[in-house]
């Protein structure tokens, strides 16, 4: 059986969201995100934005075979807004992903149960609002080989549809290439196999 070589992202940043629940409001955002530093960018923007906020409330999850996630209650009770939030990134299956929920207080107190289901409902809002796509886990090659040997590497990149991600050639050729996970052993196989040619995962 193959392993699974795809994950779940979504597309773009979604359009804002509101939840209201006795008077207070709770704006809720998803965002693409491939590193901690994209991250804190939009954690920075979106204070900016609603500086007068009481509460900015998030959990992101990174990674596609291994995961690296965080869930972060922003003064809330403890477990009464990031694990919500990060709970339905769960549900949704997603990954490279940060939603954030800022919060209006808005004079009367929810309890922790109405915490718990204004985030993970405005979570689960702003998922529903993005555009969810598929991709692929892929795994990229250096192809190292003579001029003189370029129609044999051409004619396998061809042959195998694979998807060229930076060349130079010259005398020295170079070639990087990016396949998808469950390909690879073809791949690697098929320029091993090459006399004069040498791959090497990067």
């Known amino acids: 059986m193959k392993e699974k070589d795809t994950y779940k992202t979504i597309e773009k940043p979604s359009e804002e969201v509101l939840f209201k629940d006795k008077n207070s409001k709770f704006f809720g955002y998803a965002f693409p995100v491939s590193t901690e530093d994209d991250v804190k960018n939009h ?58 929920v800022i919060r209006y207080f808005g004079g009367v107190k929810l309890g922790v149960g109405g915490l718990i289901n204004a985030y993970k409902t405005t979570a689960q809002l702003a998922l529903e609002n993005a555009v969810i796509i598929e991709k692929t886990i892929n795994i990229t090659y250096l192809i190292s080989f003579d001029y003189k040997n370029m129609n044999k590497v051409m004619r396998i990149i061809k042959e195998k549809n694979l998807h060229v991600v930076n060349q130079t050639l010259e005398l020295d050729c170079k070639i990087t290439i990016s396949t998808r996970k469950n390909n690879s052993n073809i791949v690697l196989e098929s320029f091993d196999n090459l006399f004069e040619v040498t791959i090497i995962a990067i």
């Open 43 to 100: 954690l920075t923007e979106l204070k900016k934005t609603h500086h007068a906020a009481r509460h900015c409330c998030y959990a992101y999850q990174l990674g596609t075979e291994t995961f690296q996630f965080r869930a972060n209650d922003d003064g809330e009770p403890n477990n009464s807004a990031g694990m919500p939030i990060y709970g339905q990134i769960q549900s949704f299956e997603v990954t490279n992903v940060l939603i954030v």
